[in-house]
């Protein structure tokens, strides 16, 4: 199949398109930079070294024989993303390329309105380009789990059947999502409902949780080819987080009581969720939304994994929750979609002993311990 991945520069998109390469798979990876800007901006930078995209892409050309195809642009520009979809002609599109990270969104005024513009107006870019170009594309497009919050009911897979007043209906699974970044993907989400509704697309929604992990088997072949890992208080995510601060020996930054749950996911089984999306596209008109999770521990037991599987002493830092959500809630996520497809899990305790721990202490030098403390605050100053 041709596959263009958009966000191919990004965390996720870069070991995604060398997955589907190494497949065989015709693919193309699209990205404006963004990523790299805001470590300027921030004054952060990825734990582990990270090439440029060309040099990347020259460097798996060396290792797997396969060229990828390259489009430096913005889905912001409406006219270079139809004019790209026509060019490359892709079977699917796997859209990573958003501001991904909560506490950005919620820096100031600046920050969540160019999160939602972005994230809002690239995904709406990209369906009128799929619609104009060929609307066969199929889209399968990176959610979150965190759209829907923590509801008080079990989480369906995207859809709810609901009886009220004698009458049912299968309604969009209601939404109570807790950051600006996490409202743009549900934005997102009933635009491209609306678009398989109204002009008959295909896509597939991946309301994928929180990522954790490095290596892939392909980007572990060279270190040219290695993903970015981020620590810092805005775009590191949590068990990432963790295991730096283990190794440096820091606390443990568990925010409020740490009995927030959250659905997580190994960084392999990622790649391998895309390629089992992609690979079994949904039918034209139909908005399939699968949950993209392995194993679900609040943040508290994250932190006891770290502690207990880290060979020496580490403390765990109970700290004020700089944002606003629950921290005792009932969880239960119903995921069946993508092992229906053949997903085989990988486990959290192996991937932190075999690879994370190791992959740190050999960064280690490169870690700015200033970036490791929250300052981003979810409530407004002075209320
Ligand atoms: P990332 O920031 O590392 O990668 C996103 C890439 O998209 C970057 O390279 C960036 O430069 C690019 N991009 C952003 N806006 C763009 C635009 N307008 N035009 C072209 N390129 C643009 O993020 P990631 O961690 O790889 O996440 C990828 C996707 O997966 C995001 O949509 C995110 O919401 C979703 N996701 C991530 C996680 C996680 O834990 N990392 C979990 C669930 C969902
Ligand atoms: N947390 C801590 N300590 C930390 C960092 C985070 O206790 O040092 C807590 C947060 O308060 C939150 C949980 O850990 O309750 C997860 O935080 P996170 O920063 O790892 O993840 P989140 O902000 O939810 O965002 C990340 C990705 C985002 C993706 C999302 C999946 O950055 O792109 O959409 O995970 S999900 O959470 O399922 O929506």
């Given at each position: 199949m041709k596959v263009l991945v958009l966000g191919g520069d990004g965390y996720l998109g870069w070991p995604t398109a060398l997955h589907l390469s190494d497949r065989g798979h015709e693919v193309a990876v699209l990205d404006n930079g963004a990523r790299r800007g805001y470590d300027d901006e921030l004054g952060v930078t990825s734990?582990?070294?990270?090439?440029?995209?060309d040099e990347r892409v020259t460097a798996w050309e060396e290792v797997?024989?396969?060229?990828?195809g390259v489009y430096h642009g913005d889905l912001l520009d409406a006219e270079y993303v139809r004019a790209t979809l026509a060019e490359f002609g892709p079977d699917a599109v796997v859209h990573f390329a958003e501001q991904r990270s909560a506490p950005y969104s919620m820096l100031d005024r600046d920050h969540a309105t160019y999160t939602q513009h972005n994230n809002v107006v690239g995904t709406l870019n990209l369906l009128y380009g799929i619609a104009e170009t060929d609307p066969d594309i199929h889209l399968v497009k990176l959610g979150t789990l965190g759209e829907y919050g923590t509801p008080?009911?079990?989480i369906e897979e995207g859809w709810l059947t609901v009886e009220h007043n004698g009458r049912s209906d299968r309604v969009l699974f209601p939404k109570r999502p807790g950051s600006f970044y996490h409202l743009s993907k549900v934005h997102d989400s009933h635009n491209i409902e609306f678009a398989c509704?109204?002009?008959d697309l295909r896509a597939t929604d991946l309301n994928q949780g929180v990522v954790y992990g490095h290596h892939t088997a392909q980007t572990g072949c060279d270190e040219c080819l290695a993903?970015?890992?981020d620590y810092d208080a805005v775009f590191g995510t949590v068990l990432n987080r963790f295991v730096v601060q283990a190794v440096l020996g820091e606390?443990?930054?568990v925010y409020g009581s740490g009995g927030q749950t959250r659905g997580v996911i190994d960084i392999r089984d990622t790649v391998e969720c895309v390629r089992l999306a992609v690979e079994n596209p949904a039918a034209r008109g139909e908005f399939r939304v699968f949950n993209q999770l392995t194993e679900s521990f609040s943040v508290g037991e994250l932190a006891e994994l770290v502690v207990d599987t880290y060979p020496g002493t580490i403390e765990i830092a109970y700290l004020d929750n700089p944002r606003v959500e629950a921290d005792q809630h009932h969880y239960n996520v119903v995921s069946t979609g993508l092992p229906a497809l053949g997903l085989q899990p990988h486990r959290l305790a192996d991937t932190l002993i075999t690879s994370l721990f190791g992959l740190v202490e050999r960064h280690s030098g490169r870690v700015d311990r200033s970036a490791l403390l929250p300052t981003v605050q979810w409530r407004l100053p002075g209320r």
């Open positions: 734990l582990v070294p990270i090439r440029r995209l797997s024989g396969t060229r990828l008080n009911i079990d509704r109204a002009w993903t970015r890992f606390p443990l930054t």
